[in-house]
């Protein structure tokens, strides 16, 4: 049983276009992230919520939105999508320890 | 300067040598430290997780960390091609602390 799921797994649009990325937990944890990770496989946080509070937002452009409807999900709408957002998008969790678990990430390709 | 510094490599060994990846950081105010290894076109998973200074034995695979050096390490031994996979080192200050990450160092072993 995955602890930390993702969809869609690949996400190929143009510029422009709004698209949601989906994220889900089922390891009870509270805390969960969002990361970006680029070609040169440097991963950077974007968000992070604890119990569906957002705890930190880092410089990310506001076109980038989470949404946490409870503590099991984590979701991530971009609008507008540009081609520097072309990245792997991974979602993480964690139960307020220093552990992360991750999820198989998210391709997002912008053409 | 970076808060984590990693050699992204590409580091290449032979099967069977024993494999040395390593991390320097600058925030002495870090106390858990932690290897991550990421296959390719997968999410990172925990490999070692060591808390202060000293060492940490997993089968083949030793973690070391140095904190009067401000300096991490990773040890393979009998390294195998399975072994082959991008290393990220990450460190924190605490549980209510954001995990900083290394670049990843991405490792091939040769048969």
């Known amino acids: 049983d995955t602890a930390v799921s993702q969809t869609p797994k690949y996400l190929v649009t143009q510029m422009g276009n709004d698209k949601s990325i989906k994220c889900e937990q089922n390891?009870?944890?509270?805390?969960m992230y969002w990361y970006k990770q680029d070609s040169k496989k440097f991963l950077k946080i974007m968000f992070s919520y604890n119990n569906k509070e957002l705890i930190i937002n880092e410089t990310v452009p506001n076109r980038f939105s989470p949404k946490s409807p409870d503590k099991a999900h984590l979701n991530l709408h971009i609008n507008s999508l540009e081609l520097g957002d072309s990245a792997v998008y991974f979602c993480?969790?964690?139960?307020?320890?220093?552990?992360?678990?991750f999820g198989p990430g998210t391709r997002l390709l912008v053409l | 300067q970076k808060e984590v510094e990693q050699d992204p490599g590409p580091l290449s060994v032979p099967e069977g040598a024993i494999v040395s990846l390593n991390c320097t950081y600058s925030n002495s105010a870090f106390q858990y430290f932690m290897w991550y290894r990421q296959y390719s076109r997968k999410g990172p998973e925990l490999l070692m997780y060591t808390y202060s200074s000293g060492n940490k034995e997993d089968g083949r695979f030793t973690a070391q960390v140095d904190k009067s050096s401000k300096y991490i390490s990773l040890f393979i031994r009998d390294s195998q091609p399975s072994d082959s996979a991008t290393y990220l080192c990450?460190?924190?200050?605490?549980?209510?602390?954001?995990?900083?990450w290394g670049a990843g160092t991405k490792l091939i072993i040769k048969p």
């Open positions: 993480a969790s964690d139960g307020g320890g220093e552990t992360q678990y």
């Open positions: 390891l009870g944890h509270d805390t």
């Open positions: 990450a460190m924190s200050a605490g549980s209510n602390y954001q995990l900083i």
